[in-house]
């Protein structure tokens, strides 16, 4: 079936398009306003469902500044600590869009940019952009492109692009937000998660990793063997207390494209495997959603959770982390694929 485009609103007088691509059991709703995944639904007996959070109309995700619901995000996921950081012997200043740190981009991240959107062929769709010189602060001008296509494993594979013309920080990512029972019905803290990791990324407190590693052993972030989410996300520990629950960076335990997580659904069944080249992965569950007004109703807390593969964060101030510098002339390549199974 060929991907279908319908106009899904207006947006500052741009329109809004909406693209709908379907293979097997997976059909998946992308927006060219921040290259947005609006719905992923599954086919399943019991009907089908849409397991992504989201809204209903363009004008919710205009005024959505907070929950960034199935954004593309860049230029740097994640927060950079004191919104700067030194680069060849230059210091950039970035817009503080979260008290004193710079996150997901600044203020105007990709997530709210318009994308030129091209239909690659039946399954795969390309997003593309120019982020300029000096925007949001950033050194460079950088040529983005994502590329949105359901697999023959019943998979969403997003595979990112870039190129610039100087040396720049790249860290890509997606920030879908899962519930595996279908959205809007109940929290999440039955789905069971296994994480393929050893180690977190610890953060102070004001959110941001500063250099250092945690062993997961003998603490709540074990994932290491599959558990419910809600069994020990309230337990008594410095980095929950923080974070309000999990909203942490975990260091994949494998080098190159490999698995770094796998969540089943307790009430649906509905399984979901994660598969990317990056190094890290920030798992949220979704602590601040307390009445979001979604597609099908309000979001409480914990009612979906993000598995967004990146860099580490704030790894432009921490030596101690691999790089996220993209050197000029060189490519910026990342695949992430969400494998689900029924």
Known sequence: MAIRTNLFGNIKGNDVSEY??????????????????????????????????????????????????????????????????TLNGSEYRLFLNDKTNCLHGGKEGFNRKFWQADVMDEYSLRLSLLSA????????????????????????????????????????????????????????????????????????????????????????????TAKKIGKDIDAADAQLAICGGYDVNYVKNSVGYGLVAEAQGDKSG??????????????????????VKGKTG?????????????????AVNSKEYPSVILKAGEEYRSVTEYVIGV
Do not use: W
Request: net charge negative; proline share 4%.
């Open 298 to 314: 309000e979001y409480g807390n914990r009612y979906g959770f993000c598995l967004e593969t990146q860099g580490y964060p704030n």
């Open 133 to 224: 010189d000096g925007e949001e602060g950033f050194p460079a001008n950088l040529r983005v492109s994502v590329v949105y296509s359901l697999t023959e494993r019943n998979g969403l594979k997003i595979e990112y692009l870039a190129t610039a013309d100087g040396d720049t920080p790249v860290s890509l990512t997606n920030h879908s937000y899962f519930n595996l029972n279908g959205e809007g019905n109940g929290d999440i803290l039955g789905h069971t998660l296994t994480l393929c990791s050893d180690e977190i990324t610890p953060v102070n407190r004001d959110f941001v990793p500063v250099g250092e590693f945690l062993p997961v052993a003998g603490t709540p972030f074990d994932f290491r």
């Open 20 to 85: 709908t691509v379907s293979r097997g059991n997976l059909t998946v709703k992308i927006l060219n306003f921040g290259g947005i995944v609006r719905s992923l639904k599954v086919k399943t007996l019991n009907g089908d469902k849409d397991i992504v959070l989201g809204y209903g109309t363009a004008e919710e995700y205009e005024r959505d500044n907070d929950t960034y619901f199935g954004s593309i995000i860049g230029r740097v996921a994640n927060r950079i600590a004191g919104g700067k950081f």
């Open 270 to 291: 509905i399984k979901m495997s994660v598969y990317t080249t990056e190094r890290g992965v920030q798992f949220y569950s979704g602590n601040f959603l307390n009445g």
